[in-house]
């Protein structure tokens, strides 16, 4: 059956260094890849999507990459600021079904100052 | 307006009660959709509506009953609800319901219900 995995343990990291999430999956064949952030008790805010053809997608201080060979996204926030303390979902489509977005369990961050 | 609003934010209810989720948007988005989110999950895709149009059900109890009034709004209706369905209800939206879409969803702030 069809697998997100994130890391379920919390990244802890000090303000300034680069936070880096990792996001697997397994029987899929996801079209494109999207990572969320959520905070507690409000739905998850839109980040990046990455398409299947796509190795590498910035978006000012946040960088995606999308392996479709090693089936990994891995998700980068350099210069990490306390404000980026939050939970990361990724989530994943699947080109060969209806359209759905299926979401991993997430990753929470916490930036210490 | 790149808004989704939702109301209430917190619901308590029994599980005799009946009660309405409403969910609004105003960006022209064609495809809503709601959510069920349990403390430490991911969301989980209950409905999803296309065009005004129930496209898909994830195999939802009916006691959950979605309606569709028109394309900028989006109601769950609740009824006879069991203690377990307890969760973050969140409604989301996004421009087109496609299977080759690349849309994002966008979400509202979700509903928290508690039903005792």
């Known amino acids: 059956s069809q697998k997100i995995e994130q890391n379920s343990e919390a990244l802890n990291i000090q303000e300034g260094k680069t936070a880096t999430l990792t996001c697997n999956y397994t029987n899929y064949s996801p079209a494109y890849l999207q990572w969320y952030r959520q905070d507690p008790g409000r739905g998850p805010v839109f980040l990046l999507l990455?398409?299947?053809?796509?190795k590498e997608k910035r978006k000012e201080r946040l960088k995606v990459t999308f392996d479709t060979t090693l089936k990994q996204s891995l998700f980068h926030i350099t210069a990490s600021q306390p404000a980026d303390s939050a939970t990361y979902l990724c989530?994943?489509?699947?080109?060969?079904?209806?359209?759905?977005?299926?979401f991993g369990s997430g990753t929470r961050l916490l930036v210490r100052p | 307006d790149t808004e989704v609003t939702q109301t209430p934010k917190h619901l308590v209810m029994g599980m005799t009660n009946k009660k309405s989720l409403k969910c609004e948007q105003h960006m022209g988005h064609r495809a809503m959709y709601w959510y069920k989110q349990k403390a430490k999950k991911p969301p989980e895709l209950m409905f999803v509506y296309s065009y005004e149009k129930l496209s898909i059900n994830e195999s939802v109890p009916s006691r959950f009953s979605p309606e569709c009034p028109n394309s900028s709004l989006l109601n769950l209706h609740l009824h006879a609800l069991q203690p377990e369905d307890s969760a973050l209800y969140l409604c989301?939206?996004?421009?087109?319901?496609?299977?080759?879409?690349?849309?994002?969803?966008?979400f509202g702030p979700g509903t928290r219900l508690t039903v005792l």
């Open positions: 990455i398409r299947e053809n796509e």
């Open positions: 989530a994943l489509d699947r080109k060969d079904s209806s359209y759905k977005l299926i």
């Open positions: 989301a939206s996004s421009l087109r319901p496609s299977g080759t879409s690349t849309d994002t969803q966008y």
